[in-house]
């Protein structure tokens, strides 16, 4: 069973930077696809990034150039930097977890097993 913990949020400025963290714990992140996502009340839960087991990143047009995916395997644990944030990066952010080495073929926001509970960032 695979249980993951964000941890970072917070409230920051337009063109701050915040780091998220998601411990993972139950398996080894280094070999398998995880994704980050976000979401606003009201709206869909949106793809920010993935990296798969081979370390293929993928982002969202929304954050190329903004955000990094990265992931430190002696911890166990996934990073999302986030640079440059805007107003709009406001929501909940979910770490995933795919329990396959490649993220989904059709698309890696999609066929994710198991989630966070999110942590929140608010951009002002």
């Known amino acids: 069973h695979v249980q993951l913990v964000e941890s970072g949020g917070g409230s920051v400025q337009a063109g701050g930077s915040l780091k998220l963290s998601c411990e993972v714990s139950g398996y080894t992140v280094g070999r398998y696809c995880m994704g980050w996502f976000r979401q606003v009340p009201g709206k869909e839960r949106e793809g920010v990034g993935a990296?798969?087991?081979?370390?293929?990143?993928r982002y969202a047009d929304s954050v190329e150039g903004r955000f990094t995916i990265s992931r430190d395997n002696a911890k166990n644990t996934l990073y999302l930097e986030m640079n440059s944030l805007k107003p709009e990066d406001t929501g909940m952010y979910y770490c995933a977890f795919r329990h396959g080495y490649y993220c989904y073929s059709e698309s890696w926001t999609r066929g994710y097993n198991y989630w966070g509970q999110g942590t929140q960032v608010t951009v002002s």
């Open positions: 990296v798969d087991g081979e370390g293929t990143l």
